[in-house]
Structure formats: structure tokens, C-alpha cells
């Protein structure tokens, strides 16, 4: 598939906004890692998707070096103010299952390897299973998060068509597909 096909998939899956960004794109940082230990969104040690179970900073950034070009999307959602806390998270889970339609789209359009990170990790459960120290219920579909492999997002898309930031009152999360291989013929 061209470039352009598949920011097309993700805009048809309901992405606001996609492009392709190449591996030197995409920027990285371990510093993510202890940003995540901080737990700002009380999630860290209680996702398998996630910091500090998903692995080790260094060999994730290291396996995400391996992929040449990612399909890079976003949502963006209204929230009542900076303080909507149900808000956002009702924009989150939409991102979730954003991230669910592209990862069975891209499944059914390329047999390559792929490497699908979403934004604030896997949420594909209401309660993830490592809460309870039980195995992943649906490990084909769970979705590491960007931070877990050490994207930063901000740097990563300032100089694309992606906003980070995208009006007042308004929400916004991002999702990446990596391919392992060039597929612009
Ligand atoms: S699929 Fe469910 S159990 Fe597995 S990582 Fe995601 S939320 Fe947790």
C-alpha cells in the first residue's frame, strides 16, 4: 500500500488526522520512563501494556529502531474545560477503540511485521488483568503505550500536520503503526 493508502485507512477507521513519519521522525527519550514511574495516570505497575511490566526502556527503544516508518494518527476530542477528568477519559476510551479499528484494518490489509503503540496504553479492558495478577486476557490485541517505549510525542509530531495541542477545550491522543518495511511502491 502507498503512503497516502494508509493514512487513508486510519482516516476512514475515524482518525482525525494521520500522516507517515520516517524512523529518524520519530523522537525518543528514556526519560519517559521515569515520567511513568511518577504515575501522573495512576496506571504504572497496573497494566501488562504498560511501565514497568511492559519491559525495559532501552530494549523497547532499541526493537522500535528496527521499524523504518510509522502511520502516525490522532484524536481529538471536546472536553468541558482543563478540569473534565470524565471527559477525557471518555475521549481516551474512544482513542482505544480507534486504535482497535486501525490494528484490525492494518492486520487485514499487510502480513509484515508491525509494531502498534497507542496512547496511555492498552485500555482494551475495563480493569486490565495484571490488576489482579492474572495473564493478559487478549495479549493479540493489547497495545503497548508510546511512553512505554520512550516516544515523545511532542517532539515526534511538531514538525507534521499533527497538532499536540489542538484548541481550548478540546483533548487530544495519538497512535503510531510501525512497519518494518518500506511499502510506498
Ligand atoms: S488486553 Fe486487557 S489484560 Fe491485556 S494488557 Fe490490555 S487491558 Fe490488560
Redesign the pocket.
Same mark, same amino acid.
Request: glycine fraction near 0%; include cysteine.
Given at each position: 500500500m502507498t503512503h497516502e493508502a494508509w493514512v487513508r485507512l486510519a482516516l476512514d477507521c475515524g482518525a482525525k488526522k494521520a500522516t507517515i513519519v520516517e524512523k529518524n521522525q520519530i523522537v525518543l527519550s528514556a526519560a519517559f520512563r521515569d515520567i511513568c514511574a511518577q504515575n501522573g495516570c495512576g496506571v504504572y505497575g497496573r497494566?501488562?501494556?504498560c511501565p514497568p511490566d511492559v519491559g525495559d526502556i532501552h530494549v523497547l527503544m532499541d526493537d522500535l529502531k528496527t521499524y523504518t516508518h510509522g502511520l502516525w494518527y490522532q484524536s481529538i476530542g471536546e472536553i468541558e474545560d482543563s478540569f473534565d477528568i470524565e471527559g477525557m477519559t471518555a475521549v481516551g476510551a474512544q482513542h482505544a477503540r480507534l486504535s482497535q479499528k486501525i490494528q484490525a484494518a492494518v492486520k487485514a490489509a499487510y502480513d509484515g511485521d508491525v509494531l502498534h503503540l497507542t496512547c496511555g496504553g492498552? +485500555? *482494551?479492558?475495563e480493569k486490565?488483568? !495484571?490488576v489482579t495478577d492474572e495473564p493478559? +486476557?487478549?495479549?493479540e !490485541?493489547? *497495545?503497548p503505550s508510546l511512553e512505554a517505549y520512550g516516544v515523545d510525542v511532542y517532539n515526534t509530531t511538531k514538525d507534521t500536520d499533527l497538532k499536540y495541542i489542538n484548541g481550548q477545550n478540546t483533548v487530544t491522543f495519538f497512535g503510531m503503526v510501525l512497519f518494518r518495511e518500506k511499502d510506498n511502491a
Open positions: 497494566c501488562w501494556m492498552c +485500555r *482494551l479492558c486490565c488483568a !495484571k493478559c +486476557r487478549f495479549p !490485541k493489547a *497495545l
